[in-house]
């Protein structure tokens, strides 16, 4: 069998691993540099607190792999468990936490639902007074998405597949109703599957096929703070659901800071603005100080950074094979870092076997959208 892959990010890379790891002819093409699109612009976050069971069951296959990335792959990934603390201001978000909590505990997730007060155990400079309840779990955590996309094409590349960049699709094949290959700048490739994984540009590609792919490419924005107060290592991911905005410990005490504000436009993934806002780096770091006590107007900005979220309407990816012989692996709205272990492994699955076992995507298919089975998740980190 041989399989093209269109797109050099963690997913893709995975992806290609994972097939070629089981004796596939792959080839993995990538228009700029490997993790160049949204990876190398991830915040990283590791996490099993989800509210729907399949991002729950795509992110606890994941961790499996990233507890042992460094002993299967070489590559130590700086992984870091000091959990995610996710916190409320309005009784209606509480109310989920109430909801949500059973249900992630019923399958394996160790979350639970803290006291404010009890939350500073763990985030010693949270402002309680903002706050009317937390969920918390201690296994959640975050690692350097550029690491783990290191190790996935090292691993990749010692298992056979080929690894080539600088090279653009221009055009996707089909030949009675099934895709053969792609045509690129470089020449025509054949195969029996080709792979969309190519994250914002993958409605592009699906679009080449005749495919109409329901995924938008918005901008995210994210600083390295010096904050007033040294944010200690031991802290967890705290995401303020209310507020949209959300911080964790880098190194030597500095905070990694994110989060949305105002306006959500479509952004074109060629042209879009790669440099953070001012006005919006403020305007965040503003709304962090009112999170925990850190932060205040002697913070000062280290870097900033934009990148692109592949958001699908209800921020759940699009796994499936969208037609014979074209798989897609995208839209994962910021989640692809996080599940991409777990894709890959079910890419290779849907190519080799047609179907997945290491987690059921039945959920994940397109048609959802036409259905009316949108799926609903509340604690989307913005």
Same mark, same amino acid.
């Given at each position: 069998m041989k399989v093209i892959i269109v797109g050099g990010g963690i997913v893709g890379c995975a992806s290609a691993y994972y097939l070629a790891d089981r004796g596939v002819n792959v080839t993995l093409l990538e228009r700029t540099s490997l993790g160049a699109g949204a990876t190398d612009r991830a915040a990283g976050g590791i996490r099993a607190q989800f509210s729907t069971e399949v991002s729950i069951r795509l992110s606890q296959a994941a961790i499996s792999v990233w507890e042992t990335f460094e002993d299967e792959f070489g590559v130590d990934i700086e992984y870091k468990r000091p959990g995610y603390l996710y916190v409320a201001r309005k009784e209606s978000t509480a109310e989920l936490f109430e909801e949500t909590v059973p249900f992630q505990n019923g399958l394996g997730v160790d979350s639970r639902i803290l006291d404010p007060e009890a939350a500073t155990e763990y985030v010693p400079g949270l402002r309680t007074e903002q706050y009317v309840a937390t969920a918390y779990c201690p296994t959640d955590g975050f690692a350097d998405p550029h690491l783990g996309l290191q190790g996935f094409s090292i691993a990749a590349n010692e298992a056979g597949a080929e690894i080539e960049t600088g090279v653009e699709v221009?055009?996707?094949? @089909?030949?009675? $109703?099934?895709?053969? $290959? *792609?045509?690129?700048?470089?020449?025509?490739?054949?195969?029996?599957? =080709? @792979?969309?994984?190519?994250?914002?540009?993958?409605?592009?590609?699906?679009?080449?096929?005749?495919?109409?792919?329901? @995924?938008?490419?918005?901008?995210?924005?994210?600083?390295? =703070?010096?904050?007033?107060?040294?944010?200690?290592?031991?802290?967890?991911?705290?995401?303020?659901?209310?507020?949209?905005?959300?911080?964790?410990?880098?190194?030597? $005490?500095?905070?990694?800071?994110? +989060?949305?504000? +105002?306006?959500?436009?479509?952004?074109? /993934?060629?042209?879009?603005?790669?440099?953070?806002?001012?006005?919006?780096?403020?305007?965040? *770091?503003?709304? =962090?100080?009112?999170?925990?006590?850190?932060? +205040? /107007?002697?913070?000062?900005? *280290?870097?900033?950074?934009?990148?692109?979220?592949?958001?699908?309407?209800?921020?759940?990816?699009?796994?499936?094979?969208?037609?014979?012989?074209?798989?897609?692996?995208?839209?994962?709205?910021?989640? +692809?870092?996080?599940?991409?272990?777990?894709?890959?492994?079910?890419?290779?699955?849907?190519?080799?076997? $047609?179907?997945?076992t290491t987690v059921d995507v039945s959920p994940l298919t397109r048609d959802r959208f036409d259905r009316g089975e949108e799926l609903h998740e509340t604690y989307f980190s913005a």
């Open positions: 221009t055009d996707v094949r @089909v030949r009675d $109703g099934r895709v053969i $290959g *792609v045509d690129t700048t470089e020449g025509r490739y054949d195969a029996d599957v =080709v @792979v969309n994984a190519a994250g914002s540009w993958s409605p592009q590609i699906a679009k080449m096929a005749g495919i109409d792919l329901p @995924v938008t490419p918005k901008r995210r924005q994210a600083l390295i =703070v010096d904050p007033e107060s040294p944010v200690p290592d031991s802290n967890p991911l705290v995401t303020d659901l209310d507020a949209g905005c959300y911080f964790r410990p880098e190194r030597n $005490g500095q905070a990694l800071v994110g +989060g949305h504000l +105002g306006r959500d436009p479509p952004q074109n /993934p060629d042209e879009y603005e790669k440099s953070h806002n001012l006005d919006w780096a403020a305007d965040i *770091v503003e709304q =962090v100080a009112t999170v925990a006590d850190y932060f +205040g /107007p002697d913070s000062r900005l *280290v870097r900033g950074w934009a990148g692109l979220y592949a958001m699908t309407p209800d921020h759940h990816p699009i796994i499936e094979e969208s037609m014979p012989g074209f798989l897609t692996a995208t839209g994962f709205s910021g989640h +692809g870092f996080m599940q991409s272990p777990a894709t890959g492994q079910v890419v290779a699955e849907l190519a080799l076997d $047609g179907e997945a």
